[in-house]
């Protein structure tokens, strides 16, 4: 394949063209390291507090006690974890993964409907949720293997007087905390006080074993657990900190971590990475509150930031941002959806920093491909496969696409950060996974005569909200049981804020059947991102001669229309 790879000449100075996958066993390992070396400087900061290494050293040691001795959790068990950027979300990974047990992220906007089939589908054995998603938690139990509940108000970690008047603030003023009842749930305080005289048992954690089973719908249909081992995160680690660290100064890193830790990019790029780098990861709740986030930023001497497309968007156009002390940062990062070129421009004119696009997938753990850090200004590619990562274009026949000009094809990699494939579900990881060890990521992409990759379009049907993936056979699936719906189909439609947002097309059974309707139920049955913004009725739907709903033409008829 050497011949095929021109990136090998294209790489940026000092950038090997592989990584050491054997230098860390574990994401256990990696956390271990950075404890050793950077043990007094800060790790996490939320709130005004901060957590150094070696208080998430020994938290995460409670966390893992509790765990295994209390709730007697054996290797391998899954335990899902539904909380936005908090103080408890590291200690609660870090414990997981440290106890040799699977982390299952949860996003804690799930309805009870989605909750309820991640923590069926992935076997749960235990959840750890934030008070605010209490309600959501305790209607979605009821049929699933969770035998253990550790429930936790935001402010718990944050210390005395700061915590309990978050959580007060919260509960009764901004009444952000509905009431709930959950049999025989332990609080995360009470949990981390059980694991304190408990050691923690020394493990032979394999780089084999799955450190994450992290939901996405792949190619189609309902979420999927991908398998991702801890070889396949301390892999990409290792592939995107070698990118990263061409200008990455250990012990002196700040990163704005603005993006859901459950979420891969952040959980890689700003958890993982800047780790490595004994940097500090600011986590940022509630970064929809942009005028507390600019706030934030304000005070923030960051180095780093990570977002999607819209976040960096939403910061340009909020009051006081182009007053903040840039002089420091040194990278923006941009992926989860397609940069577009009037952000990039813009971003670096009020920054003086140029923002990044990397590509990349949950499979993948995620990255594949990143523009070089120094990059002089943004180029409308995804970049170059990061170290160790092969990258090529195939056919639908699968065979190999030239790259150099405008041909194009559908996008594969191969990697040691690819996943083992998704849980349970050997033909879905077939339809993604050929033989010869290739991933079909179902994007259209070509190459130019650098190596550099350009996205041109997606083959599948998959909707791109803001950085999360949305499947129309689940929207579809919700709407079709609505009693007035006789056909639906759902497909993505461009929007300015959020790049794409669900349309969903439907022929009525209930001649009286409203858009308010549709939505009102769609809203009590799919997370925000999910709900169509769009709806129109019709007499009925394209359909090949079998019957199947052509979604392509609807897209087609949309493009026509605008």
């Given at each position: 394949m050497t011949q095929d790879r021109p990136w090998f000449a294209s790489y940026p100075n000092g950038i090997p063209h592989d990584i050491d996958v054997e230098e860390y066993r574990s994401v256990a390992s990696v956390l271990e390291t950075a404890i050793e070396k950077y043990r007094e400087r800060p790790a996490f900061s939320n709130f005004g507090k901060v957590l150094t290494y070696a208080d998430i050293d020994v938290l995460s040691q409670q966390m893992a006690s509790y765990l295994l001795h209390e709730l007697k959790l054996k290797r391998g068990d899954r335990v899902a974890v539904m909380m936005p950027n908090?103080?408890?979300?590291?200690?609660?990974?870090?414990?997981?993964?440290?106890?040799?047990?699977?982390?299952?992220?949860?996003?804690?906007?799930?309805?009870?409907?989605?909750?309820?089939?991640?923590?069926?589908?992935?076997?749960?054995?235990?959840?750890?949720?934030?008070?605010?998603?209490?309600?959501?938690?305790?209607?979605?139990?009821?049929?699933?293997?969770?035998?253990h509940v550790i429930t936790t108000a935001l402010g718990d970690m944050l210390g005395f007087p700061k915590g309990p008047l978050v959580n007060f603030v919260l509960r009764y003023v901004k009444k952000m905390v509905p009431d709930y009842e959950i049999n025989g749930a332990v609080r995360f305080r009470d949990a981390l006080a059980f694991g304190k005289g408990k050691p923690l048992p020394k493990l032979d954690i394999q780089p084999g074993d799955i450190a994450f089973l992290q939901y996405t719908g792949g190619t189609t249909g309902v979420a999927k657990g991908a398998m991702l081992t801890h070889r396949n995160l301390v892999a990409n680690m290792q592939q995107a900190s070698t990118w990263i660290g061409v200008k990455a100064r250990p012990g002196e890193e700040y990163i704005i971590t603005a993006l859901p830790l459950y979420h891969i990019f952040a959980l890689t790029a700003n958890c993982l990475v800047f780790m490595k780098f004994g940097g500090l990861n600011h986590l940022i709740t509630n970064p929809r509150d942009m005028k507390g986030f600019v706030k934030e930023l304000s005070k923030a001497p960051f180095t780093a930031i990570t977002g999607v497309n819209t976040l960096f968007n939403g910061l340009l156009n909020t009051p006081g941002f182009d007053k903040i002390d840039f002089s420091r940062v040194h990278l923006t990062l941009g992926g989860g959806m397609a940069v577009q070129h009037s952000v990039a421009d813009r971003w670096q004119q009020v920054t003086g920093v140029t923002l990044v696009e990397a590509y990349g997938l949950t499979e993948t753990s995620p990255a594949a491909c990143i523009n070089p850090i120094d990059l002089a200004s943004y180029n409308g590619s995804i970049g170059l496969p990061v170290p160790s990562t092969d990258c090529c274009l195939k056919d639908d026949d699968g065979n190999i696409v030239p790259g150099g000009g405008d041909a194009v094809g559908e996008l594969c990699i191969k990697g040691p950060q690819v996943m083992k494939g998704y849980w349970n579900r050997p033909d879905e990881t077939a339809k993604v996974m050929d033989a010869d060890g290739w991933l079909h990521t179902g994007d259209m992409a070509r190459m130019d005569a650098k190596g550099f990759f350009y996205i041109v379009d997606r083959k599948k049907d998959m909707i791109l909200v803001s950085g999360f993936n949305v499947y129309p056979n689940e929207v579809e699936d919700v709407v079709a049981g609505m009693p007035g719906v006789l056909e639906v189909a759902a497909i993505g439609v461009p929007d300015e804020r959020s790049g794409e947002t669900v349309k969903v097309f439907i022929v009525r059974k209930d001649p009286s059947l409203t858009v308010e309707q549709v939505k009102a139920f769609c809203r009590e049955n799919l997370t925000g991102y999910k709900q169509p913004r769009h709806v129109e009725f019709r007499t009925e739907l394209p359909k090949t001669n079998v019957g199947k709903i052509l979604r392509k033409d609807l897209r087609q008829q949309e493009k026509t229309a605008h």
């Open positions: 908090c103080l408890q979300y590291p200690i609660s990974i870090f414990g997981i993964l440290r106890a040799g047990l699977t982390v299952v992220n949860v996003n804690p906007l799930y309805t009870a409907r989605e909750l309820h089939h991640q923590l069926e589908d992935s076997g749960a054995s235990a959840l750890i949720v934030v008070d605010n998603f209490g309600d959501t938690a305790a209607e979605a139990l009821t049929g699933t293997p969770v035998k």
